[in-house]
């Protein structure tokens, strides 16, 4: 079975930390040439071992690409997204920057040339606005990795066409992946406005020594992260209200948020200490392991989840049987 639409013969790529050689990866792997600008003498390197993780992960998925695309690396903005039939930018998230780039871009693209953003939560109407051509703006936030995560955030402006955001659909639908369009343009979408919660009350375990870093993990990792990845949270709380479902679930823990449970109201001031109190109980938790090899290991356990899900046809596992064509 493979009902994918067909990848864009070249995308270009501006800003390749992190999310962007991510970006470039899953591409590659999906047959699509890739042009990619960054200003760091380390976009090569960063980009290069990204996507020796994506083609370990994809391997171990049973996925080989038929043919991987072309990767190159242009030293200007203009030069590497002439041709490309989208362009998505993915430079640190500054308002600023961002807004000039997105100029550049439209300066050097022709008018059927999709541009996405992969912003984690500035308002696409706000990124468009000074913007010639905003009507093609559409903001694709992925998830880090992104050459394993299928979901993708699509998230229109004001003056966002309709066909941008079908576009966008489609093409992200055809990375592999399962863009959910965010109907309502609101700061941080959906996903980093329950990140965030979470987040803030994490601080505040750690601030008020309720627990280290390691347990508030530990915590979430064999208790309810498994359920997350698998049915979310609503689906999950249906199931806690036994045969009353929801209802039963809201009666039973409803007062609790009136109590209140959490302090999701407030931050902690993110004082030296707190900071310092935080960053070493990190560095004891997982300082046996470089980051690289955290992410292998989280890769390889990521790949695990998601076979299992496949297995059973449930969930982020459908997106795999998808790429396995
Ligand atoms: P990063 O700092 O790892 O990478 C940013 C890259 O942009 C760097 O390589 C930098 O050299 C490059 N850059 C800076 N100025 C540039 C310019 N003028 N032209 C081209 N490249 C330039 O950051 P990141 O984590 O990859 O985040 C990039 C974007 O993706 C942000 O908008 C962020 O909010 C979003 N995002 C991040 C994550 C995440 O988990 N890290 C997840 C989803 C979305």
Same mark, same amino acid.
């Given at each position: 079975?493979?009902?994918?639409?067909?990848?864009?013969?070249?995308?270009?790529?501006?800003?390749?930390?992190?999310?962007?050689?991510?970006?470039?990866?899953?591409?590659?792997?999906?047959?699509?040439?890739?042009?990619?600008?960054?200003?760091?003498?380390? $976009?090569?390197?960063?980009?290069?071992?990204?996507?020796?993780?994506?083609?370990?992960?994809?391997?171990?998925?049973?996925?080989?690409?038929?043919?991987?695309?072309?990767?190159?690396?242009?030293e200007s903005i203009d030069a590497a997204v002439v041709?490309?039939?989208?362009?998505?930018?993915?430079?640190?998230?500054?308002?600023?920057?961002?807004?000039?780039?997105?100029?550049?871009?439209?300066?050097?693209?022709?008018?059927?040339?999709?541009?996405?953003?992969?912003?984690?939560? =500035?308002?696409?109407?706000? =990124?468009?606005?000074?913007?010639?051509?905003?009507?093609?703006?559409?903001?694709?936030?992925?998830?880090?990795?992104?050459? &394993?995560?299928?979901?993708?955030?699509?998230?229109?402006?004001?003056?966002?066409?309709?066909?941008?955001?079908?576009?966008?659909?489609?093409?992200?639908?055809?990375?592999?992946?399962?863009?959910?369009?965010?109907?309502?343009?609101?700061?941080?979408?959906?996903?980093?406005?329950? =990140?965030?919660?979470?987040?803030?009350?994490? &601080?505040?375990?750690?601030?008020?020594?309720?627990?280290?870093?390691?347990? @508030?993990?530990?915590?979430?990792?064999?208790?309810?992260?498994?359920?997350?990845?698998?049915?979310?949270?609503?689906?999950?709380?249906?199931?806690?209200?036994?045969?009353?479902?929801?209802?039963?679930? @809201?009666?039973?823990?409803?007062?609790?948020?009136?109590?209140?449970?959490?302090?999701?109201?407030?931050?902690?001031?993110?004082?030296? $200490?707190?900071?310092?109190?935080?960053?070493?109980?990190?560095?004891?938790?997982?300082?046996?392991?470089?980051?690289?090899?955290?992410?292998?290991?989280?890769?390889?356990?990521?790949?695990? @989840? &998601?076979?299992?899900?496949? $297995?059973?046809?449930?969930?982020?596992?459908?997106?795999?049987?998808?790429?396995?064509?």
């Open positions: 079975m493979n009902d994918l639409p067909a990848p864009p013969k070249r995308i270009a790529l501006v800003g390749a930390g992190v999310i962007g050689a991510a970006w470039a990866a899953r591409w590659l792997l999906r047959g699509t040439d890739v042009a990619v600008t960054d200003p760091s003498s380390d $976009a090569p390197r960063i980009v290069s071992q990204a996507l020796d993780n994506a083609r370990h992960a994809w391997a171990r998925m049973g996925k080989t690409p038929k043919g991987e695309g072309r990767l190159s690396f242009f041709d490309a039939d989208v362009v998505q930018e993915s430079v640190p998230e500054i308002l600023e920057l961002k807004t000039q780039i997105l100029t550049e871009i439209e300066r050097s693209v022709d008018a059927t040339t999709l541009i996405a953003s992969s912003t984690s939560g =500035l308002k696409p109407s706000v =990124l468009q606005e000074a913007m010639k051509s905003p009507e093609r703006l559409v903001v694709g936030h992925p998830f880090n990795p992104v050459y &394993l995560l299928p979901m993708v955030e699509v998230v229109g402006g004001k003056l966002t066409s309709a066909e941008t955001i079908s576009r966008a659909m489609t093409l992200y639908e055809s990375a592999g992946m399962r863009p959910l369009h965010v109907r309502v343009e609101v700061d941080a979408f959906i996903a980093d406005r329950l =990140l965030e919660a979470v987040w803030r009350e994490a &601080l505040w375990l750690v601030n008020d020594g309720v627990a280290t870093t390691k347990e @508030i993990d530990d915590v979430i990792r064999f208790g309810f992260g498994l359920r997350w990845a698998q049915m979310g949270l609503f689906e999950n709380y249906r199931i806690a209200g036994g045969e009353g479902g929801m209802a039963h679930f @809201i009666s039973q823990f409803g007062p609790t948020l009136s109590w209140p449970w959490s302090k999701l109201t407030d931050t902690p001031e993110l004082t030296e $200490a707190l900071i310092e109190r935080i960053t070493e109980q990190s560095d004891a938790q997982s300082g046996d392991y470089t980051v690289r090899e955290l992410e292998r290991i989280r890769d390889d356990n990521l790949v695990g @989840i &998601l076979l299992a899900l496949e $297995a059973n046809q449930w969930g982020a596992g459908q997106t795999i049987s998808k790429l396995r064509g």
